[in-house]
């Protein structure tokens, strides 16, 4: 227990204050020996971190129970015990430590927000560190936050979009199903990963376009705010 304390740079009283807290997991026992090892270790680091962006003890204890519950990294990105990455997948997964990831959302990474990442399945974890699935997603998130919206509200807005996603991935796949015959049948995967461009750009304009319409929508109003609708404008002429 001295090396570990000496390590982290904390005093032996308050490693054992961090264990009564449940701050940290139990030391694996061999009759009256615990060891400690790199894992201890790599908690203690994370809880200075954290305690240094301004977290609570309870707020960590929290975001430790939370994280230990967690989904495996392989659960998360579909992989076998020796399976290899997903050649396929067009994302680039992203691994943090706790305090990387409370760096991204300052002030923002409570439990409750944890906890539903980590049930949406944009976070799963490995060992000491957290892996986000999508380096695009993440940065994307970040941005939102920074530009004031709340992370569980980028959370709650993620897992709306993921249902309507998934439609479209469903509407598409059954379009290559009904229509591309025998190619479909013998290999489907093979057919939905060619094809998957044009379903990404089917998406990407449709959305574009709707959000012309939206933004089209928003500026007529503000121009008939300014200038009062037609009814409210002075007549002229006899």
């Keep these: 227990m001295e090396e570990l304390a000496g390590a982290a740079g904390i ?36 809880i200075a971190a954290l305690l240094e962006r301004g977290h609570t003890l309870t ?17 998360l ?19 943090l430590t706790p305090e990387a990831l409370a760096d991204y959302f300052a002030g923002e990474v409570t439990s409750e927000n944890l906890a539903a990442a980590l ?14 699935i999508s380096r695009r997603l993440l940065d994307v998130s970040a941005a939102l936050v920074r530009e004031g919206v709340p992370l569980a509200a980028v959370l709650g807005a993620g897992r709306e979009v993921r249902k309507h996603t998934e439609a479209m991935a469903e509407l598409f796949t059954g379009l290559v199903r009904d229509h591309m015959g025998a190619e479909a049948t013998a290999d489907p995967a093979a057919s939905l ?16 376009m709707a959000l012309d319409r939206l933004i089209r929508t928003a500026r007529a109003k503000a121009q008939e705010c300014a200038t009062g609708s037609p009814e409210d404008r002075p007549r002229t002429g006899y």
Excluded at 11 to 36: D, N, Q
Excluded at 59 to 75: C, N, P
Excluded at 84 to 93: D, I, L, Q, V, Y
């Design 119 to 132: 049930d949406l399945g944009y976070l799963g974890t490995d060992g000491d560190e957290l892996v986000h």
């Design 59 to 75: 707020g960590i204890a929290d975001l430790a129970a939370t994280f230990e519950s967690g989904r495996d990294v392989g659960e």
């Design 11 to 46: 005093t032996v009283r308050t490693l054992r204050f961090y264990r009564e807290r449940k701050l940290l997991p139990p030391p694996r026992r061999e009759g009256r020996i615990a060891w400690y090892d790199d894992h201890h270790l790599a908690r203690l680091r994370t």
């Design 77 to 95: 990105l579909g992989l076998g015990e020796d399976a290899a990455p997903a050649t396929w997948s067009e994302e680039t997964p992203v691994r």
């Design 193 to 208: 990963e060619r094809l998957r461009p044009l379903a990404k750009s089917v998406v990407d304009a449709e959305l574009s």
